[in-house]
Structures are given as C-alpha cells and as structure tokens.
C-alpha cells in the first residue's frame, strides 16, 4: 500500500521560506510511472498544483511560482521536499504531495494534507 505523509511546521512568518517534507512509502520515488508533486488548497479555493519532480528527476514548476519555488528529492529517504520562499499570507493553505500515476493519467494517492499559515 503507497502511503504518503507531509511533514513541516504549520506556521511560518512572512519572508521566510516555508519548507515541507513528503515521506512515501510502499513506492520508490523513482519507479518508472510515477510523478510526485505538491497541491494545495487556499481557504475557499480550488486545488493549485504547484510542482512536480518526475522519476527521472525532471522537474515541472508552476509558472507563476518558478521563481520562488524549488523541489528536491532523497531517494535513500524516499522523500521529496517543497522549498517556497518569500512567502506572503497568500500562501496560507493545506499542502499535499501526491503521487501521479503514468498508466492512470491521475493522481491516485495523496497525502493527508498540512495547514501551513503564513502569519506573523
């Protein structure tokens, strides 16, 4: 069973960089189907998908959040890790990683999701 688990402080001050951490389980990182990225969910807001690190390792930004966003990965820790600086109250969301599946041109197993308010 492929288990995903974000991890990372849940408040974060304005221009600080808000860092998160995804632990998977039961899936290597770089099995050959699968992508793996962060969404999230402002209040009141649909899903934004912001980054995707592939199998490879290549890597797929959000435009509008390039400049700003990085993701890196530890394959002996089988994580993937979110680093989005200079954050503004805008960015206060629950934050998912997920996994995309090739074969299933989807998203099939998320994470349970973290609060992250940016606040000071």
């Known amino acids: 069973q492929v288990q995903l688990q974000e991890s990372g402080p849940g408040l974060v001050k304005p221009e600080q960089t808000l860092s998160l951490t995804c632990s998977v389980s039961?899936?290597?990182?770089?099995?050959?189907?699968?992508?793996w990225s962060w969404i999230r969910q402002p209040p009141g807001k649909g899903l934004e998908w912001m980054v995707t690190?592939?199998?490879?390792?290549?890597?797929y930004y959000r435009p509008s959040l390039k400049s700003r966003t990085t993701i890196s990965r530890d394959t002996s820790k089988n994580q993937f890790t979110l680093h989005l600086s200079s954050v503004t109250p805008e960015a206060t969301a629950v934050y998912y990683c997920?996994?995309?599946?090739?074969?299933?041109?989807?998203?099939?197993?998320w994470g349970q999701g973290t609060q992250v308010t940016v606040s000071s």
């Open positions: 997920a996994r995309g599946n090739d074969y299933a041109g989807e998203y099939d197993v």
């Open positions: 039961g899936c290597s990182l770089t099995t050959d189907y699968g992508y």
């Open positions: 690190i592939r199998y490879s390792g290549s890597t």
